[in-house]
Structures are given as C-alpha cells and as structure tokens.
C-alpha cells in the first residue's frame, strides 16, 4: 500500500481545506495529525466500505472524512479551522475489516505528511 498525501497549505482562522490521500486496495483509512512538541494524535477514521467512521471529540462536528473507492482515494473536508488545527498531517492505512480505527498502532503504513497552518 502506498500511500500519498496532498492539499495542506496555509489558512486563515475560520477557513477550510481539504486533504486528499490515494491509497490502494481494500483498506481502512485514518487521518492523524502531529503539532511541534506533541504526540501524534488521532482526527479522523474511514472503515474500507465507507460504513463506519469516527471522529476525534477535537473534531467533530468540523472535519468530514469520505472514501471512493472507484478512486481509490481518502479525503478529510475540514471546516472552521482553528489555530490549534495547525499541524502536519498523515493519513494511514491498514488492510482488513471492521469499523474504522482510532489508534496509531491498528495502522501498518503511513504517508509522509502533509503541513496545515491556520493562522489567527
């Protein structure tokens, strides 16, 4: 599975972005994210049929995830971005069933990332 992440940049408080990740094969589909100085942490998840998908509380309610698989891509609309959305993000993968997935280590392979700055 190889996968390619795109459409970061920089925005102001407010603003939307989209990323979009292709991604091949079968797979479930998150997106984590990264500040300077913290954890890499979790935003966003799509199960491989597109039926289930789970949002961190940080989230919710901003970001939407969507999968077409005709397409073989993975996107995350995010809306009303925030300062603290500043992040580089990645999306993962992983083969298999199930519902979507929150942790870092459910996931076997992982983009290189992709810079979000949202300025106040």
């Known amino acids: 599975v190889q996968l390619q992440a795109s459409g970061g940049g920089l925005v102001q408080a407010g603003g939307s972005l989209r990323l979009s990740c292709a991604a091949s094969?079968?797979?479930?589909m998150g997106w984590f994210r990264q500040a300077p100085g913290k954890e890499r942490e979790f935003v966003a998840a799509?199960?491989?049929?597109?039926?289930?998908?789970a949002y961190a509380d940080s989230v919710k309610g901003r970001f939407t995830i969507a999968r077409d698989n005709a397409k073989d891509t993975v996107s995350l609309q995010m809306n009303s971005l925030k300062p603290e959305d500043t992040a580089v993000y990645y999306c993962?993968?992983?083969?298999?069933?199930?519902?979507?997935?929150?942790?870092?280590?459910?996931?076997?392979?992982w983009g290189q990332g992709t810079q979000v700055t949202v300025s106040s």
């Open positions: 993962a993968a992983t083969p298999g069933y199930g519902l979507a997935r929150r942790r870092l280590n459910e996931y076997d392979y």
């Open positions: 094969g079968r797979t479930n």
């Open positions: 799509i199960n491989w049929s597109a039926g289930s998908t």
